[in-house]
């Protein structure tokens, strides 16, 4: 009885370990990047409806602003600290979501004091948000 020492003859004896040692390698590799697929969809998806909750109460707060001319409810104080938190949140999004966040800022910026008195104010703010409530679907649309 002689035994075969040979490189092919090694890889024979062992081919049903070497298999499933690629089988437990490759299943790992899988495993784990999956995982981490899941767990960044999971936050982008959690940023994101946090967006859209932001921006629905930015919107609120226009239309109290502007419409019913309540400076309670339509403080622009509050309106602000919205704006920020969009922005905050969207720059863990990916893009577009940093770039329309910016927008959102500067329309605000730029309109927040023509609310109450200054329709076009009004129109250039509330685009703002719809352009960024869009771009906010689409972001979650887009997650596997």
Do not use: C
Not at 31 to 51: G, H, L, M
Not at 72 to 77: A, C
Not at 111 to 130: F, H, N, P, T, Y
């Amino acid at each position: 009885m002689t035994t075969d020492y040979s490189l092919l003859g090694q890889v024979r004896r062992n081919a049903v370990a070497l298999i499933s040692l690629v089988v437990a390698l490759s299943s790992l590799g899988y495993n784990t990047w999956r995982n981490e697929q899941t767990e960044y969809n999971r936050n982008q998806r959690q940023a994101a409806f946090e967006v859209l909750l932001k921006l629905g109460e930015l919107q609120r707060v226009v239309f109290h602003a502007h419409y019913d001319r309540d400076a309670d409810k339509g403080n622009p104080r509050t309106g602000w600290a919205y704006v920020l938190t969009v922005r905050d949140l969207a720059s863990v999004l990916k893009a577009p979501m940093p770039v329309m966040a910016d927008e959102l800022v500067a329309a605000w910026s730029a309109d927040w004091q023509g609310l109450g008195s200054d329709q076009d104010s009004a129109d250039r703010v509330i685009a703002g948000i719809d352009r960024a409530r869009e771009q906010t679907l689409q972001v979650l649309q887009s997650l596997d």
